[in-house]
């Protein structure tokens, strides 16, 4: 049964590939193992299901994390071109979640934006430089999306792999009362 799950396929990321079990009385021999032989595959199949959450959490946020990254690059871009048409840029932008005014944003040759970097961490960044950190961040955020979506697609199939295990091992443990049942039966009726 260890051989089972120390198999060493693994995906990119180091997570190990679910045992297919296909005959249980090919490696359970003694059914007074199935309790424990059970709660291994019980304990693998949540590992799975805490690993998938886990990972979808992380695509959820790289969704939401992408699309910003994406605006804020444009803008910079924008910035840039009225940088290099000499013309000075006017915009509308948000002061709260329903106030708006509009604003004229100088764009002479020392043209700086400031970048939310995280934990209340805001940095003043050339808007040139801007524009090359927020490429390097989209597409390692495009990247690591791409990424956690495999990696839930390949938990996806392992944990359907260890459902169905452990449907086996429960319905080979049902037939296993079932006969030694049946046979008690017959000695007692052997008896009368």
Request: with cysteine; charged share 30%; hydrophobic share 35%.
């Amino acid at each position: 049964m260890e051989a089972l799950f120390n198999s060493t396929k693994t995906n990119p990321r180091g997570i190990p590939e679910a045992p297919f079990v296909e005959r249980v009385e090919d490696f359970l021999k003694d059914p007074n193992d199935f309790d424990l032989c059970f709660n291994k595959f019980q304990e693998r199949l949540s590992k799975y299901k805490f690993m998938q959450e886990s990972k979808l959490v992380t695509v959820r946020q790289l969704r939401q994390k992408i699309p910003d990254i994406e605006n804020t690059l444009n803008m910079c871009r924008a910035l840039e071109k009225k940088k290099e048409s000499g013309s000075n840029m006017e915009t509308n932008y948000q002061l709260n979640e329903t106030l708006y005014t509009k604003a004229e944003i100088d764009t002479s040759e020392d043209l700086k934006v400031g970048l939310w970097l995280g934990a209340d961490v805001m940095l003043e960044y050339p808007v040139e430089e801007a524009i090359t950190l927020l490429e390097g961040k989209l597409s390692d955020a495009k990247q690591n999306l791409e990424v956690n979506q495999e990696d839930v697609e390949f938990l996806r199939e392992n944990i359907t792999t260890m459902e169905v295990n452990c449907a086996r091992l429960y319905n080979w443990d049902v037939e296993k009362r079932q006969q030694l049942k049946h046979a008690q039966q017959g000695t007692e009726n052997l008896k009368i």
